[in-house]
C-alpha cells in the first residue's frame, strides 16, 4: 500500500493561509490524492483531491509536485473553524477504499 | 441533502457482550463502509459493500465483528464478544457508484463512540 507522510501536527494564526504538506514518495501512476479533515467529535469530510494538476475549490486548494511525490493543501486564510485533523490520503485502484494515516492537527490561534 | 445517520451516539458496555450499531447512508450512495477509529489514529477500514455485496472485509476481525446490509440501504455492525480493544469511534461512510471510482469522496456519519469496560 502507498503511504503518505503528514507532519504531526502545525500551528497558524487565524486569517493567515496555511500551508499542510504530504510526502508520498511511493505513489502509483493512478493513484488520486485525497484531502479530508475531522473536526472534533465529527466523521470525517471531504477536502478536496487531485490527480496531477493544482486543484481549487471553495474550501482549499491543491498543489501536487510534478514527480507527484508530494502535495500541499492550501487554506488561504485560516479560521478557527478550521482547526482539525487534516488527511491526505492515496486513492486505490480498486474503488474508494482510503487508507488514513495519523493525519496533522492544525490548531489556530485567534 | 441528509447526511449519513448513525445509532447509537454512545454506547457502553462490559467486555464479553454484544453491541450493534446501525447506519443509514444518503440516498442513493451504492457503496457503503465501516471504519472503527481508536483515539488518536486514523479511521480504520473494516468492511465496504457494495448495494447488499461485501467487496472488501479483509480487515473485519471475523471471529467477533460481522457486518450486514439488507436490501442495499441500511446496514448494520454487530460485535460479539467485545473486548475492551474494541473500544473506539465506529465510523460509517457512504458514496455514489461512478464510473472512476476513486473521484468519489466519501460521505462520514459522526459515529458511534463504544467503551467497553
Known amino acids: 500500500d502507498a503511504k503518505t507522510t503528514q507532519p504531526n501536527s502545525m500551528e497558524s494564526n487565524e486569517e493567515e493561509p496555511v500551508h499542510l504538506p504530504c510526502n508520498h514518495s511511493t505513489i502509483s501512476g493512478t493513484d488520486y490524492i485525497h484531502w479530508y479533515r475531522q473536526l472534533p467529535s465529527q466523521g470525517p469530510e471531504y477536502v478536496i483531491h487531485?490527480?496531477?494538476s493544482n486543484v481549487n475549490n471553495r474550501m482549499a486548494s491543491l498543489a501536487i509536485a510534478e514527480d507527484r511525490k508530494s502535495s500541499t493543501l492550501i487554506l488561504h486564510r485560516a479560521t478557527l473553524r478550521d482547526a482539525a485533523v487534516y488527511y491526505c490520503?492515496?486513492?486505490?485502484?480498486?474503488?474508494?477504499?482510503?487508507?488514513f494515516g495519523g493525519g496533522t492537527r492544525l490548531m489556530v490561534k485567534p | 441533502e441528509a447526511g449519513v445517520a448513525q445509532s447509537p451516539r454512545y454506547k457502553i458496555i462490559e467486555k464479553r457482550q454484544s453491541v450493534a450499531f446501525w447506519c443509514n447512508p444518503i440516498s442513493g450512495h451504492a457503496t457503503l463502509y465501516w471504519y472503527q477509529q481508536i483515539l488518536g489514529q486514523g479511521p480504520k477500514l473494516l468492511i465496504q459493500f457494495q448495494n447488499n455485496g461485501v467487496v472488501d472485509d479483509s480487515q473485519l476481525p471475523k471471529d467477533r465483528f460481522s457486518a450486514e446490509r439488507l436490501k442495499g440501504v441500511d446496514s448494520t455492525l454487530k460485535i460479539q464478544p467485545a473486548k475492551l480493544e474494541d473500544s473506539a469511534v465506529y465510523l460509517c461512510?457512504?458514496?455514489?457508484?461512478?464510473?472512476?471510482?476513486?473521484?468519489?469522496?466519501?460521505?462520514f456519519g459522526n459515529g458511534t463512540r463504544l467503551t467497553v469496560t
Open positions: 487531485g490527480l496531477t
Open positions: 490520503i492515496l486513492g486505490y485502484n480498486a474503488g474508494n477504499m482510503l487508507t
Open positions: 461512510a457512504s458514496s455514489l457508484v461512478s464510473l472512476e471510482l476513486y473521484n468519489s469522496p466519501l460521505h
